[in-house]
């Protein structure tokens, strides 16, 4: 059998105007790398040093120590907020989810009366932060009886979320043809068989970049915690660290950059090993 010719196009030679357009393209992307890593760098170095004191005389200290980490584990409660932030970002990943899908799912999938409405609703949600409704939550919370305690948090932080993520699955979901769901139908699946079996496996990636959102959450949020907890044993991380080192008399800024590095560890695991995940779920919201 005679084998296809293979047709290679003709390599073109780089002219001096692309080599000066690579260099150029390279350099900025060096100087923006550099731009994003020198915090990241000063903070390690500052985590290994052994002066305590925010200004380093050079970026990497001519004295590592681990003096920092070792007093972040005897001088404060880390591993308890540590574990209290775990506790609240994975009981909120849950609580946004089971909220988010029934709500995004019938926006997309069903039409009712009022629908547009709700968009309209869930859009103008968006444009107000949620600072401005602090003391209503600190009200409802204590009306409900659930200031200092981890349902308090995973409420608000669940709650919040909803306006924003209910669009992202949605816009999700839009790319899931609705005859595939049809079809089932026609062979005699119910509304949630479709959900189950079809709706969910396909929307596993926009599931996962939500859950991950809602993880992260309490990990960098500070003003909610603040006002909501007032017991040093329901700490989050951002709210420990704060009183747990800045309230001192002088601050172990080396303590803090210790503090910054391993709290940030989950998530960088968490985004290196689910990058796929994250990548086709924002592909998937912005079709």
């Not at 308890?80 to 932030?85: E, P």
């Not at 600072?131 to 409900?144: D, I, K």
Request: with cysteine; net charge positive.
């Amino acid at each position: 059998m005679k084998q296809p010719e293979v047709f290679h196009l003709p390599k073109r030679k780089l002219t001096v105007a692309d080599v000066l357009s690579l260099i150029v393209t390279y350099a900025f992307l060096i100087f923006v790398a550099l731009i994003v890593l020198l915090p990241v760098i000063y903070i390690v170095m500052m985590a290994f040093n052994a002066e305590k004191s925010l200004y380093i005389d050079t970026i990497f200290p001519t004295k590592f120590s681990l003096g920092a980490f070792e007093r972040l584990f005897t001088q404060t409660n880390f591993l308890l907020w540590y574990l209290n932030t775990m506790i609240v970002g994975a009981l909120t990943a849950a609580g946004e989810i089971l909220l988010v899908l029934p709500t995004s799912y019938a926006l997309s999938h069903m039409r009712f009366k009022g629908r547009k409405q709700y968009l309209m609703a869930f859009l103008v949600l968006q444009m107000f932060p949620g600072t401005m409704a602090m003391v209503a939550y600190y009200v409802l919370l204590n009306m409900l009886g659930l200031l200092d305690t981890y349902f308090g948090l995973v409420v608000i932080f669940s709650c919040t979320a909803i306006p924003g993520s209910t669009y992202m699955m949605k816009g999700y979901l839009d790319t899931i043809p609705r005859s595939v769901e049809e079809a089932a139908m026609l062979d005699g699946a119910s509304r949630w068989q479709c959900v189950t079996r079809i709706i969910l496996p396909l929307a596993k990636p926009m599931i996962g970049l939500l859950a991950l959102f809602g993880f992260s959450a309490p990990f960098g949020e500070y003003m909610m915690s603040k006002i909501l907890i007032t017991n040093p044993n329901r700490f989050t991380l951002a709210l420990g660290i704060y009183q747990g080192i800045f309230s001192q008399a002088t601050t172990d800024y080396a303590m803090f950059a210790a503090a910054a590095i391993l709290s940030s560890l989950p998530m960088v695991v968490v985004y290196m090993s689910l990058q796929r995940v994250i990548m086709e779920g924002l592909s998937g919201a912005t079709k």
